[in-house]
């Protein structure tokens, strides 16, 4: 019993009034502003304070409440969580009452919602499957951290000037960030370079060492709430930001090198200032593999300060911790434990190592060659000497018991963590492979291809380990948040069920789907979120579009595996055969792009620029019209995403088979009631299992054909001078027919289509046009079209990320979900 105990402290009220009074009182005593004068802005950080004051009670209950439970950290390096505000208020279920108390005081929640940042800090897919899974862990009550870096400037702002993209920075943190806790008390310190002392030895006469870095930083906390369906359950989304020991090295101050004085300083604080984009081609920066030994170990050092403290023994570390590595971006955390373990916890090798293995599991999320991270063996070596020790010590182990086994010798260098062709470097896949239990795809095909390629070797060595857990999205922002109207309507249909915690009752509206009165209702919600994106294209690019075309979306990063190529060239097809036969009667389509490509990718960019010149002609070809839009939308980000999904007809997921992980954007736009064309590939084959083969529109080569056509090797010039549609659009955009001020900006692009064409645009290209005359054919029959769409919107709640937590917590971690 303490004095704290006979405080009362009673949960915050939420009625309207509460709500308004207290929004004002934050206004005036937490941003010092009167109300009669306060900006927008202010009233966002009120109400932002207001909300958050309601999950602290749940958070604070729910950490006493957990206390003695297994734990799960998830380790990534991005976290795409985007704005939190409206995420708070839906799974708080205030938001009928935060509308009324706003509305009371004459302040409109929309527009504030408008003004929140969009926290970037994510690339693509690996980050946003972060934040979904941050958001489910918390709704089905395992308790969670989530562990990264809290970078000063996220993904960079992307501006299209003249048609190409321009990097701009991100400022989401320049007017404070009202949700995080930064908090003082957390705060570690990490290591780089110096040297590896002899220490003396165990009590098996085992020599013992220890690390003396040669430069020390801070790592210090910062908090975010996360809220969780129904909002009982509150995690922590903990950030690290880099901080210096010393600010200031006095000496050099007082011998007047001010400069000189700051450079500790400044190194530290440039750790945490940006996000890497993710490129073509793994760059091998020093400074990233620094960001991701100073995460992993300032998170490792937390998780075991926590445990220590209540356990006071690590030998039941895998019965309480459970952490997951997000990729390979944090796999250096498996040498990181060991050497706490060993270092300074006092474990022998072989006990760290049955401690370790059975704590970490991976999440591999490509099979791409030029996406697997290595290390320079030197590198390491200069920056974590220790560590590469540790990592020789592994590696003598695993590959001794390998060569006991009978192991060839290639088999045995290519499961080696040193990779021996050409400068030594440490594979980091191999590296979490081998440290942990578990190691998993992100789709039913890529867990297949893993075992078959990158880790064929590995997966015979530790049969069992690679394990599948499809990837999933949080129905409450992708179908909640972002498409009111449609759960309102489907609701009415399954009745009185929780539709965002049974997202698979869905199903319910299976037998409305040929109900011309629901069919009805389901196409005017679709309609009013288009006119919505209509109104947002008109406001940021000028032009109108109708919304009676279809809406076709294609919105994820620019990358030539995804294959935007390939739906532009189609574009230029289409455009040339409406311009032939204007009198035809084709389908009105606005075809909208819209993604970052990494800064240094060139064909990316030009990709961009290609888009935005055939924009540019055919949205100024009278004879067109609105027969045919093509819009290239800027800055795409998790918020603009929030208004496309909802808008869209045809959802394009048309990488090279074998090529994109799993995807999942695909499942947000099939719950929103977007037909998807797509090849198989990816999470898009269990798509098409649940919708059923008539309810999408699949074309192209599987996997395995393009596979064996690699293999034999083909002419894609054949292939091309067998396709007249393809030969005339390549043609077209090759001899500057979109580019008329620089014609041979294409020649490359196209050229390198005509010659090896690795992502086989071409081989594809005939089943795509095919598959996309089909689309047309189903529109014109709105009965159908609207039925496949209610179809797609009924048999995707499995996508729910619930439902993948809850396979996590099942098969990998070991934990209980309510
Ligand atoms: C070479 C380009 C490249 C570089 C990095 C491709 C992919 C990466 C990342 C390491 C991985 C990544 O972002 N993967 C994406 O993860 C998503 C979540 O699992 C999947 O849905 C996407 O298919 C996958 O590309």
Partial sequence: MTPLDNLPTPAKKSDPKTLAVEIIERLKHGTGKDPKAAKPHDWLQAVILVVRDRLVDHWIEWKDESRNEKRVYYLSLEFLIGRLMRDAITNLGLE????????????????????????????????????????????????????????????????????????????????????EFERRESAYEIGFGGTVEPRGHDKTGVPTFRWKPS???????????????????????????????DPILLARFNAGDYVGALEESNRAETLTQVLYPQDSHIAGQELRLR???????????????????????????????????????????????????????????????????????????????????????????????????????I????????????????????????????????????????????????????????????????????PGRINNKTNGITPRRWLA????????????????VDLMAETEALTGITGMADDAGFQSSF???????????????????????????????????????KRQLLNLIETVALYDQIRSHPEKDWVPRVKIFAGKAAPSY?????????????????????????????????????????????????????????MEASGTGNMKFALNGAVTIGTLDGANVEIKDLVGDENIVIFGLTAQEVSDRRAIGRDPGEIIAASPELAQALRAIKDGAFSADDPSRYADLIGGIESHDWFMVSDDFDSYTAAQRRVDALWSDR????????????NVGWFSSDRTIRQYASDIWGVPTK
């Fill in 291 to 393: 960001q991701e030994f100073f995460f992993s170990s300032a998170s490792l050092q937390d998780i075991l300060r926590r445990h220590g403290q209540l356990f006071h023994t690590f030998d039941n570390l895998p019965e309480k911790v459970a952490i997951q590595l997000n990729d390979t971006h944090p796999a250096i955390a498996v040498a990181e434990m060991m050497r706490l373990l060993i270092d300074n916890e006092g474990y022998d090798f072989a006990r760290a190592w049955e401690l370790t293995n059975g704590t970490f599991a991976y999440t591999n999320h490509t099979l791409l060659p030029e996406a697997l991270e290595s290390w320079p063996v030197a590198l390491i070596e200069r920056l974590l000497p220790r560590h590469m020790q540790i990592i020789y010590q």
């Fill in 481 to 496: 948040q972002c498409n009111p109207a449609l759960l309102r309507l489907v609701q009415g249909v399954v009745g009185d």
């Fill in 602 to 658: 060139h064909t990316a960019k030009l990709i961009i620029k290609l888009a935005n010149d055939i924009a540019r002609v055919v949205n100024n070809d009278p004879i067109v019209g609105d027969l045919l839009k093509v819009v290239f939308l800027p800055n795409y980000n998790v918020s603009l995403a929030e208004v496309l999904v909802p808008a869209a007809d045809l959802s394009e997921q048309i990488s090279t088979a074998g």
């Fill in 395 to 462: 590696n003598a182990m695993v590959l001794k018991s390998a060569r006991k086994d009978g192991l060839a010798d290639e088999v045995i260098s290519r499961i080696s963590l040193i990779d021996e062709g050409g400068e030594r470097r440490v594979r980091m896949g191999n590296l979490a492979f081998m440290g942990s239990h578990s190691v998993n795809g992100v789709s039913a095909l890529h867990s297949d291809l893993m075992k078959e390629t990158v880790f064929a070797d590995l997966n015979a060595v530790f």
């Fill in 215 to 245: 430069e020390r930083m801070t790592a210090a906390a910062y908090d975010t709430p996360v809220v969780g369906w129904k909002g009982d359950h509150v995690n922590s989304l903990r950030l690290w930001s880099a901080q210096p020991i």
């Fill in 96 to 179: 009928g009452e935060i509308n009324q108390a706003l509305a009371n005081i004459g302040v409109d929640l929309d527009i504030l919602r408008e003004l929140e940042p969009d926290a970037a800090l994510g690339n693509g897919g690996l980050g946003r499957l972060a934040a979904c899974f941050m958001e489910s862990m918390a709704s089905v009550g395992i308790p969670a951290y989530g562990y990264g870096i809290r970078y000063q400037h996220g993904l960079f702002r992307q501006e299209i000037r003249d048609g190409w993209q321009v990097e701009l920075p991100e400022m989401w943190l320049s007017h404070g960030n009202p949700w």
């Fill in 783 to 794: 009965a159908t079209w609207n039925r496949m769409a209610i179809l797609n919107t009924a």
């Fill in 523 to 561: 196409e005017a919600i679709k309609r009013r979120n288009k006119e919505q994106l209509a109104r947002v294209i008109q406001q940021r690019m000028g032009l109108r579009v109708d919304p009676g075309a279809i809406f076709d979306i294609q919105i994820k990063r620019i990358h030539e595996y």
